[in-house]
Nanobody, 111 residues
Framework: QVQFVESGGGLVQAGGSLRLSCTAS??????IGWYRQAPGKQRELVAT???????NYVDSVKGRFTISRDNARNTVYLQMNSLEPEDTAVYYC???????WGQGTQVTVSS
């Protein structure tokens, strides 16, 4: 199926911002989600976006994260503002429900 490549992670201080990118290997009409997994914790669905741009967020990131989609570029973004140490995780993108995963991109937020 479609392959995803995540990028844009890095090390930031609390209160800072990052923008993650997810590029798909081909055009898809499916909803796409951003997930994250912190050390020792289960993978968590953070945000989703449909082909038409309808979005949903987990409560912990509402008002801080924004998911967007550029269908012409086969790319989904996650703008992360007001980052907190609790946001530290490896972030992945995929089509829910997902059963295979790529490499993800590491986000580390220091206090």
């Amino acid at each position: 199926q479609v392959q995803f490549v995540e990028s844009g992670g890095g090390l930031v201080q609390a209160g800072g911002s990052l923008r993650l990118s997810c590029t798909a290997s081909r055009k898809t009409f499916n909803p796409i989600g951003w997930y994250r997994q912190a050390p020792g914790k289960q993978r968590e669905l953070v945000a989703t976006i449909t082909f038409s741009g309808n979005t949903n967020y987990v409560d912990s990131v509402k008002g801080r994260f924004t998911i967007s989609r550029d269908n012409a570029r086969n790319t989904v973004y996650l703008q992360m503002n007001s980052l907190e140490p609790e946001d530290t995780a490896v972030y992945y993108c995929n089509v829910p429900p997902s059963n295979t995963w790529g490499q993800g991109t590491q986000v580390t937020v220091s206090s």
